[in-house]
């Protein structure tokens, strides 16, 4: 189940070529998931010891659950020496620390706030601790170191790009220009020929009312 949600915290985060899962190394490990960034692969592992905690969760008396404690401790210790050994390879590319998921927020509060020998040994081997809430806000955060190097590689051509709109934009500009010209010149000649053809339309009122009347002109006959 940590590998499967391990997946798709991944899936549901990330481009597909921003990591690989079963990722395999020159001497055969397999790490359930690597992340590419710009410093190297960051190797995950989602394989945890949950047993003893389980047991130690149910304990009945308080020594049972310190003795069941010790054995858990030992456990994650063992673990994160497996995954400093097998994971963390700067010749292979990986950047010089790894992840160890834990899959459940409650195991992950009982190390970290509740077994501080936990967190430091991890942080001498260079192992980081994360629960799905912290490696979501990890992987996020890679997410957006990704984006701003893309931003930063493709920045030629998007400067190029802006510049050529910008071109495009004066010459647009300037056309509409000569558009507005064109339709104020037009507006103006319309403007013209009303007030002349309202000139000829008055003169033939004019001369209208100078024609004779009709028995007038019947006598002039």
Known sequence: MGEQFLYELLENSLPKDLYKTQFKFKDGNIADAVIKTATGLIAID???PMENF???????????RDRLKKVFVRDVKARIDE???KYILPAEGTTHFAIMYVPAENVFYELIVNTQEIEDYAKQKNV???SPNTLSYQVQSIL???KQHELEKHAGEILKSLAGVKVEAEKFIDEMGVLERHIGNAYK???SVKTRFGKIFTRLETIQELEPPK??????E
């Not at 028995?215 to 002039?220: G, H, I, S, Y």
């Open 46 to 48: 989602s394989k945890f």
């Open 215 to 220: 028995e007038q002109a019947k006598l002039l």
């Open 189 to 191: 000649t319309m403007d």
């Open 54 to 64: 389980k047991a130690m969760s149910i304990a009945e008396t308080q020594d049972e």
């Open 128 to 130: 980081f601790l994360t």
């Open 83 to 85: 995954i400093s050994s």
């Open 144 to 146: 957006v170191a990704y």
